[in-house]
């Protein structure tokens, strides 16, 4: 049974008074923005690294046969890069719903291209909730990604679009990469 963290992060008020706030994405919300913005940025965060490690129940996977997505994992003296968008706080009960399988809103520094900074809420899928899947090799998750389908659409569809998002951002991330080239060569 997947965790519904929609009424958690709804009663969970991290805007304080704030008319406008940001955003970190490192999944699919950075191919896929059905939400309005102010203002988008690529950002960097530290010590904690993307990794697909959470099932899907309800995006691109379904209950009985989960797929793989992104979560981050704390991991001391990594990079996460990403893209940062300013919003407004009416955005989160459309994000929350979104997010519902698992993700709860944390409070995360982004580090900017011009060595700014500034403080952003971000989804993170930790390993308590349910729909948690955990480690595999690339190779398995590849796999696993392949054979998985949801109301979202086909598994390897949000891994492939990340890659290519993440590449257009040059960031360094060999998780994703590697799991990207062993779902090309099965198109093949
Ligand atoms: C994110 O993209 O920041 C959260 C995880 C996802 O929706 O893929």
Same mark, same amino acid.
């Given at each position: 049974?997947?965790?519904?963290?929609?009424?958690?992060?709804?009663?969970?008020?991290?805007?304080?008074?704030?008319?406008?706030?940001?955003?970190?994405?490192?999944?699919?919300?950075?191919?896929?923005?059905?939400?309005?913005?102010?203002?988008?940025?690529?950002?960097?965060?530290?010590?904690?690294?993307?990794?697909?490690?959470?099932?899907?129940?309800?995006?691109?996977?379904?209950?009985? $046969?989960? /797929?793989? +997505?992104?979560?981050?994992? #704390?991991?001391?003296? @990594?990079?996460?890069?990403?893209?940062?968008? %300013?919003?407004?706080?009416?955005?989160?009960?459309?994000?929350?719903?979104?997010?519902?399988?698992?993700?709860?809103?944390?409070?995360?520094?982004?580090?900017?291209?011009?060595?700014?900074? $500034?403080? /952003?809420? +971000?989804?993170?899928?930790? #390993?308590?909730?349910? @729909?948690?899947?955990?480690?595999?090799?690339? %190779?398995?998750?590849?796999?696993?990604?392949?054979?998985?389908?949801?109301?979202?659409?086909?598994?390897?569809?949000?891994?492939?679009?990340?890659?290519?998002?993440?590449?257009?951002?040059? $960031?360094?991330?060999?998780?994703?990469?590697?799991?990207?080239?062993?779902?090309?060569?099965?198109?093949?």
């Amino acid at each position: 049974m997947a965790q519904d963290t929609q009424a958690l992060n709804q009663a969970t008020n991290l805007f304080g008074d704030q008319q406008e706030l940001w955003l970190f994405g490192y999944g699919s919300l950075i191919f896929k923005v059905d939400f309005p913005y102010l203002q988008s940025r690529p950002a960097t965060i530290y010590n904690w690294t993307r990794r697909f490690w959470q099932g899907s129940h309800d995006h691109r996977g379904t209950p009985s $046969a989960p /797929g793989r +997505v992104a979560t981050l994992v #704390e991991q001391p003296g @990594a990079t996460c890069t990403g893209m940062a968008y %300013l919003v407004t706080p009416d955005v989160f009960e459309h994000l929350d719903h979104r997010e519902k399988n698992g993700y709860l809103r944390f409070t995360t520094a982004m580090h900017f291209d011009d060595g700014s900074t $500034a403080d /952003g809420l +971000v989804y993170i899928a930790t #390993e308590e909730n349910a @729909a948690f899947l955990g480690p595999a090799s690339e %190779l398995e998750i590849a796999h696993h990604i392949a054979n998985s389908k949801g109301p979202s659409g086909p598994n390897d569809e949000y891994l492939l679009r990340l890659a290519d998002a993440l590449k257009e951002l040059n $960031a360094d991330d060999p998780h994703v990469y590697e799991i990207a080239k062993h779902l090309r060569s099965y198109q093949k």
